[in-house]
């Protein structure tokens, strides 16, 4: 009898497994369009050098990060994206196309410190997932910018809900 029950239990549970890998999930419908845009702000960074902070501004070589970098990126994928600095234990736009509600650019406001990816980032990995962004939630992908120093800040790209 005890070895019936085992086996029922493990038919069960591959049942689960399989039924909650055919259902569609709402919360990573857009993950593949994130993750193409995240690649794409990478590659148009990667392309001007190393990423370092002066000041409070980032730099990749030797091209301060402005919204013109991240535009270029929404412009050809859709969404939005920023490019944050870490300032002890917040992270600062320092470019974005996101807008506040009276429709100023969104540069110099912080992450969410509710946001999932504060603690993936702190520890230098990424994160994709819903998360919210300026009181709104977004299928996002935030991934660590470092230097020799460790995490120096991140990149964000995102869709709304």
């Known amino acids: 009898m005890g070895s019936k029950n085992f086996i029922v239990s493990i038919l069960a549970a591959a049942s689960f497994l399989a039924t909650s890998m055919l259902i569609p999930n709402g919360v990573t419908a857009q993950t593949p369009k994130v993750k193409t845009s995240m690649a794409a702000l990478q590659a148009e960074t990667s392309k001007l050098g190393a990423p370092k902070v002066q000041g409070n501004d980032l730099y ?79 299928d996002t992908g935030y991934e660590p910018i470092k230097d020799t120093s460790g995490v120096i800040g991140a990149y964000f790209v995102g869709y709304p809900k």
Do not use: E, H
């Open 60 to 138: 990749f070589g030797t091209t301060k990060a402005t919204n013109d970098l991240v535009d270029a990126v929404v412009k050809a994928n859709g969404g939005a994206a920023s490019l944050f600095v870490k300032k002890g234990d917040q992270y600062v736009r320092v470019a974005t196309t996101l807008k506040k509600d009276d429709g100023t650019s969104a540069v110099g406001t912080t992450m969410d410190p509710k946001s999932p990816a504060m603690a993936k980032l702190n520890s230098g990995a990424a994160y994709y997932g819903d998360g919210p962004v300026l009181g709104k939630t977004y």
